[in-house]
């Protein structure tokens, strides 16, 4: 079969086979994570544990952020193929374990198997986009890559809110299965590379304290003001312990050899922009996507596959305008185009923050898909600028720090969402009045509130003081896509206008 550099010269007929199996690819991540999101209420309702359903993202999303920088240099190292390969192979097995999950902690530990595969899908299937398509082709061809997230936006959550109302939300994972079976055939057989081996030098220090430093940040965000006071020990030791192991992991990246978080990365100003953008798009997807479905089911006392449609807008918006900022970048730069959709992403947040507890379905479905549309053009932007201004055996390593960056973002966001979701719930339990406490049989959990599942035991008083509590976390949350929207404007004004290429890259 060809190389890649054949692949190149033979022209669309083959690179249009290799970019099937790239968008099955990214199909397995992208089926996981619009169904998951939607069937959490269902998880939550039947394994219990509503104060760390979080993690199931969190853990996710944290393993992917530790390992993604890795995949980009052992992508570089030993070509894009086998890493691709191992990773989808790896998704399988943790998305067959999170359908056998028993309670909580198994289907976090098994989420955490299934990042360590999805590590691997979403960097090289965008880098080898950069390795086979030309500046201008590589908008269009990122926008069919994100169209896999607006087909599974639209598929999945139906599927899955099906399945979930008539089956079991177990089958949001085993659907995985199919997928991820043509992926490894596809891959294997079409996708041949002519790669050089060089010794490497793998920073597993750098690794080790990035998920320590992390999970630690996050241990502290998710549990504090729930297990444990803001201002106690535990929060004080596990937050402060966090901090402390990320300037030692600064330390070790700038001594080691081939460092996990390559520094220069974030030290060139192309490089830093784009990848604090990619931070806060982290922070704006996954906020959203993670606790829009709980609104739509815990609030507005919708179906999941309700709540699911609501959803499946933003993965719409984003892939149309993705192939969209092509045409944009290319006529008024990258900068102008990531701008735009900075000021669509708050304008989404700000109308977020005004929605009750009446609103209707269909306008979240709307400022779903307008964030989704500001999301594209943002991110698929400044991805395509990086990859511009190095060369092949730097793309990898670009590529995987931005990744990283979103990803990050999107741990960080969920943790700290999750906690003032957490606090607002538990807090009202907590200080429930006595007429109220009288009216709620023993035993009521949270996770019988988020299911959006009616309980006629409880009286409607009851029952509206505890939405109460989620609507008011769910709020927060709304407000904090508002100020993100608003940060991230103000980040790409540092973004250079011409971006030029970065010749002397260690």
Do not use: C, W
């Given at each position: 079969m060809a190389s890649i550099e054949e692949t190149i010269a033979a022209g669309n007929h083959s690179r249009r086979y290799i970019m099937v199996g790239l968008m099955l690819a990214m199909g397995l991540a992208a089926m996981d994570g619009t169904i998951v999101a939607t069937a959490i209420p269902s998880i939550v309702h039947d394994l219990g544990g509503f104060s760390r359903f979080p993690w199931v993202f969190s853990v996710y999303l944290l393993v992917q952020a530790a390992l993604i920088p890795i995949y980009g240099k052992l992508a570089d190292v030993y070509g894009r193929k086998p890493m691709l390969m191992i990773g989808s192979v790896i998704f399988l097995v943790g998305s067959m374990l999170s359908g056998m999950s028993w309670n909580m902690v198994s289907l976090i530990i098994f989420r955490g198997i299934q990042g360590i595969g999805a590590a691997a899908i979403i960097p090289i299937a965008t880098t080898v986009v950069g390795d086979l398509f030309t500046l201008q082709e590589r908008a269009k061809m990122q926008g069919y890559l994100a169209s896999v997230w607006g087909i599974s936006a639209v598929i999945g959550p139906a599927i899955g809110g099906l399945l979930v109302q008539y089956a079991s939300w177990r089958w949001v994972f085993y659907i995985n299965?199919?997928?991820?079976?043509?992926?490894?055939?596809?891959?294997?057989?079409?996708?041949?590379?002519k790669i050089q081996p060089r010794h490497h030098t793998i920073d597993y220090w750098g690794s080790l304290l990035l998920i320590a430093s992390m999970g630690s940040v996050i241990l502290g965000l998710l549990e504090g003001g729930v297990s444990w006071a803001w201002m106690s020990w535990q929060s004080l030791t596990t937050l402060g312990g966090g901090l402390v192991l990320v300037l030692g992991l600064i330390v070790v990246e700038m001594r080691a050899p081939e460092p996990v978080v390559p520094l220069w990365v974030f030290g060139r100003r192309v490089l830093a922009v784009a990848n604090l953008s990619s931070l806060v798009v982290g922070i704006l997807a996954m906020g959203l996507s993670s606790f829009l479905p709980t609104y739509v089911q815990g609030i507005l006392r919708q179906t999941p596959l309700i709540a699911g449609f609501s959803l499946a807008t933003m993965s719409i918006g984003w892939p149309v305008a993705s192939a969209f900022s092509g045409k944009l970048y290319l006529q008024i730069g990258f900068r102008n185009t990531a701008l735009i959709g900075a000021i669509l992403v708050a304008l989404a947040g700000w109308q977020f923050s005004l929605l009750t507890t009446h609103a209707l379905v269909i306008l979240v479905a709307v400022l779903s898909l307008l964030m989704g549309a500001g999301l594209g053009l943002l991110s698929t932007s400044m991805v395509v600028a990086i990859q511009s201004v190095v060369g092949w055996n730097h793309r990898g390593v670009v590529t995987g720090s931005n990744m990283f960056s979103r990803m990050l973002g999107s741990t960080l966001g969920v943790a700290l969402f999750g906690s003032l979701v957490n606090a607002s719930v538990v807090?009202?339990?907590?200080?429930?009045?006595?007429?109220?406490?009288?009216?709620?049989?023993?035993?009521?959990?949270?996770?019988?509130?988020?299911?959006?599942?009616?309980?006629?035991?409880?009286?409607?008083?009851?029952?509206?003081?505890?939405?109460?509590?989620?609507?008011?976390?769910?709020?927060?949350?709304?407000?904090?896509?508002?100020?993100?929207?608003?940060?991230?404007?103000?980040?790409?004004?540092?973004?250079?206008?011409?971006?030029?290429?970065?010749?002397?890259?260690?």
């Open positions: 299965v199919p997928i991820g079976i043509a992926t490894i055939l596809v891959i294997g057989y079409l996708f041949h590379e807090g009202r339990f907590q200080h429930m009045p006595q007429a109220i406490r009288a009216l709620i049989p023993k035993g009521l959990k949270a996770s019988s509130i988020v299911s959006g599942a009616p309980n006629r035991a409880i009286p409607a008083r009851a029952m509206h003081y505890v939405e109460q509590g989620l609507y008011l976390g769910i709020h927060r949350i709304f407000i904090g896509l508002m100020i993100a929207g608003l940060l991230v404007i103000i980040i790409e004004f540092f973004f250079p206008r011409r971006p030029v290429t970065l010749e002397d890259l260690p």
